[in-house]
Nanobody, 121 residues
Framework: EVQLVESGGGLAQPGGSLRLSCEAS????????MNWVRQVPGQGLEWVAA????????YYSQSVRGRFTISRDNAKNTLYLQMNSLSSEDTAVYYC??????????????WGRGTQVAVSS
């Protein structure tokens, strides 16, 4: 059974930083691209970032490019999202999503339960 467990969310001040983690199990993590997707309550899903199976291909949405950094450690089956220069517009629930492609579909397969990020002074 595929499991994705996000952590690292919380309250941050504008301009601050947070680092999210996503621990994966139940599949060969190193064989798949991975994504971060976020959702503001009452709004739709917004794809944030993706990384190919080997970390070579990296993609960001325009809204986070230059501020967020996606990374992965295949030895630890863990995906990361370093978020810097946070603003209130980054407040959302952040989800880790397994892609069904090695490079990147996007073709979302399994999802975690999410971790809440709130940016406020």
């Amino acid at each position: 059974e595929v499991q994705l467990v996000e952590s690292g969310g919380g309250l941050a001040q504008p301009g601050g930083s947070l680092r999210l983690s996503c621990e994966a199990s139940g599949f060969t993590f190193a064989d798949y691209a991975m994504n971060w997707v976020r959702q503001v309550p009452g709004q739709g899903l917004e794809w944030v970032a993706a990384m190919s199976w080997n970390g070579v291909l990296i993609y960001y949405s325009q809204s986070v490019r230059g501020r967020f950094t996606i990374s992965r450690d295949n030895a630890k089956n863990t995906l990361y999202l370093q978020m810097n220069s946070l603003s209130s517009e980054d407040t959302a629930v952040y989800y880790c999503a397994k892609d069904n492609d090695r490079s990147w579909g996007p073709d979302f397969g399994s999802w975690g339960r999410g971790t809440q990020v709130a940016v406020s002074s």
